[in-house]
């Protein structure tokens, strides 16, 4: 029996980070509206995936626009971001103080928490009626300000709706040859027979 010939193989696959992780956000948000028990879990993970997201893609456009972006890379996402629009000439007409930009702000926040996660002791010292109702409150967790936010799908898509409304803004005002926003990236793969020596 003689043996098979040898193929050189050749593979290569450009990754996109970003596009990688907006993908993920959105499928955990979708499983968690679909299946709610557990869901606020899903609404975590999706807020946070889409807070990596927008991270990732500054460094994407960074990377393409600073031949120094190795050195920028220590900037907080809120410095990258500042940079980033005054150098590609992005401008948000309501500011910081309304959505998109309000959001992106919360949203970095909470990734922060997340990320950087301590445990606390909650307690809220109050008088109540003690009636009928009381035993229904006693029942009620107490939730941090990070839990209230996942408690519904609210916080993670208005997060995505305005992540993407920031960086389709940043995408549009790019010069460099760019990828359509949130395609993942290409591949490519071959094989040739090797020469026999």
Not at 84 to 100: D, I, K, M
Not at 128 to 138: G, N, P, Q, S, V
């Amino acid at each position: 029996m003689s043996k098979p010939p040898k193929a050189v193989v050749t593979k290569a696959r450009t990754v996109r980070t970003y596009s990688e992780l907006w993908h993920a956000s959105g499928y955990v948000l979708k499983v968690g509206v679909e299946q709610p028990t557990g869901s606020s879990w899903q609404f975590l993970s999706s807020a946070v995936l889409t807070a990596f997201t927008f991270e990732a893609y500054l460094n994407h456009v960074g990377q393409r626009t600073f031949k120094c972006w190795s050195e920028l890379d220590r900037l907080s996402p809120r410095a990258k971001l500042e940079l980033l629009c005054e150098t590609l000439g992005v401008s948000f007409p309501h500011g910081a103080g309304s959505r998109p930009l309000q959001t992106v702000a919360k949203l970095l926040d909470f990734r922060n928490t997340i990320a950087h996660g301590r445990s606390v002791e909650l307690e809220i010292p109050e008088e109540r009626d003690a009636d009928d109702r009381l035993d229904a409150y006693l029942g009620v967790r107490l939730k941090t300000d990070w839990e209230m936010l996942i408690q519904d799908k609210d916080f993670a898509e208005r997060a995505r709706e305005d992540v993407k409304a920031v960086l389709t803004r940043m995408h549009a005002a790019r010069t460099d040859e760019k990828e359509g926003l949130f395609t993942h990236g290409l591949a490519r793969h071959q094989a040739t027979v090797a020469k026999e020596p």
